[in-house]
């Protein structure tokens, strides 16, 4: 198999795939992640323009803490 000007063994060929296949299994990880976290924190602000103050303040957010331990994305915690 040829990339270029390079040509590839099976093997290579073989982990280029791998590395391909795992890069977009954890990009679209990350992509969930953050679309559920920035959902969490909208229910999160709706909650407290509702007036419900303190159910927003001890509100979890799952998504977004899994996203800050394990890819280093920054929790920006929302202190009302």
Do not use: I, N
Not at 6 to 15: K, L, P, R
Not at 25 to 54: A, K, P
């Amino acid at each position: 198999m040829q990339f270029g000007m390079f040509t590839a063994s099976s093997s290579d060929t073989c982990v280029v795939c791998r590395y391909r296949v795992e890069s977009e299994v954890e990009r679209t990880y990350v992509e969930r992640l953050q679309q559920v976290c920035y959902r969490e924190r909208l229910h999160q602000q709706q909650l407290f323009r509702w007036g419900q103050r303190d159910k927003a303040r001890s509100m979890e957010l799952p998504s977004c803490a899994e996203l800050s331990s394990k890819f280093g994305h920054q929790q920006s915690s929302y202190v009302y």
